[in-house]
């Protein structure tokens, strides 16, 4: 990862987590204890891999599958990268807030836990999502 990959990185995964913790906030301000949390958390993961996929596949991996079904293949095992990164964030962010029980310390456990989630996660698109030579195999 060059130094300009390796900043926009880290700038895409800080709008992903603010568009993360924003829905997140949206679905808090309607919903409110633990049923609330669970629908935020979900919510705010759903909106944040779509958005981290675009940001993702467009600016740090360059990728150029343009045809429908791989773009589906290439969306979907993207997707299911979050059974791994994706509970790293949860579990941080759910401890935070079982622990504090405050939106403050949940929102930092969702921050702390999503650095190293992301780290976790470019190591994964690197390897096994951005650089598959085909989606017809």
Same mark, same amino acid.
Do not use: C
């Given at each position: 990862?060059?130094?300009?990959?390796?900043?926009?990185?880290?700038?895409?995964?800080?709008?992903?987590?603010?568009?993360?913790?924003?829905?997140?906030?949206?679905? @808090?301000?309607?919903?409110? *204890?633990? !049923?609330?949390?669970? +629908?935020?958390?979900?919510?705010? =993961? #759903?909106?944040?891999? &779509?958005?981290?996929?675009?940001?993702?596949?467009?600016?740090?991996?360059?990728?150029?599958?343009?045809?429908?079904?791989?773009?589906?293949?290439?969306?979907? @095992?993207?997707?299911?990268? *979050?059974? !791994?990164?994706?509970? +790293?964030?949860?579990?941080?962010? =759910? #401890?935070?807030?079982? &622990?504090?029980?405050?939106?403050?310390?949940?929102?930092?456990?969702?921050?702390?836990?999503?650095?190293?989630?992301?780290?976790?996660?470019?190591?994964?698109?690197?390897?096994?999502?951005?650089?598959?030579?085909?989606?017809?195999?």
């Amino acid at each position: 990862m060059n130094k300009k990959q390796l900043f926009l990185y880290v700038t895409f995964a800080i709008i992903v987590t603010i568009i993360n913790l924003a829905s997140q906030r949206v679905v @808090l301000s309607f919903l409110s *204890g633990n !049923i609330g949390f669970f +629908i935020a958390l979900f919510f705010g =993961t #759903l909106v944040g891999v &779509i958005t981290g996929y675009i940001l993702d596949k467009n600016w740090i991996f360059y990728d150029e599958t343009k045809i429908s079904e791989n773009y589906g293949k290439q969306f979907f @095992l993207y997707a299911m990268t *979050g059974a !791994i990164h994706t509970p +790293i964030f949860w579990i941080t962010e =759910t #401890l935070f807030w079982f &622990i504090w029980m405050t939106d403050q310390m949940r929102e930092l456990g969702a921050i702390l836990g999503l650095i190293f989630a992301y780290t976790v996660k470019y190591f994964i698109l690197k390897k096994y999502i951005f650089k598959i030579e085909s989606y017809n195999s």
